[in-house]
């Protein structure tokens, strides 16, 4: 069987470490970093060769900039 990493963005990261809790493991090291212009960088600080990958985020501008 494959290793598996899961990733967590900004949008729940209560969700991700509740995922990881199920899975018995810690979320995947990543680092993430918000630009003025509302940009967001994103970099993977583990190898994901030859692994499967799973990213927990939301795809709505709306819960990526809370109010």
């Known amino acids: 069987m494959r ?3 899961v990733f967590g963005g900004l949008s ?3 969700l991700t470490d509740l ?3 199920k899975l018995g493991r810690k979320p995947d ?3 993430l970093r918000k630009f003025a212009n509302g940009e ?3 970099e993977i600080k583990t190898s994901v060769r030859d692994q499967d990958v799973f990213i ?3 795809g709505s501008h ?3 900039c809370p109010t």
């Open 40 to 42: 967001t960088s994103v």
């Open 19 to 21: 995922i990881c809790e």
């Open 29 to 31: 090291k990543v680092e």
């Open 56 to 58: 927990v985020q939301s």
């Open 12 to 14: 729940h990261p209560e």
């Open 62 to 64: 709306k819960y990526l």
């Open 3 to 5: 290793r598996t990493c």
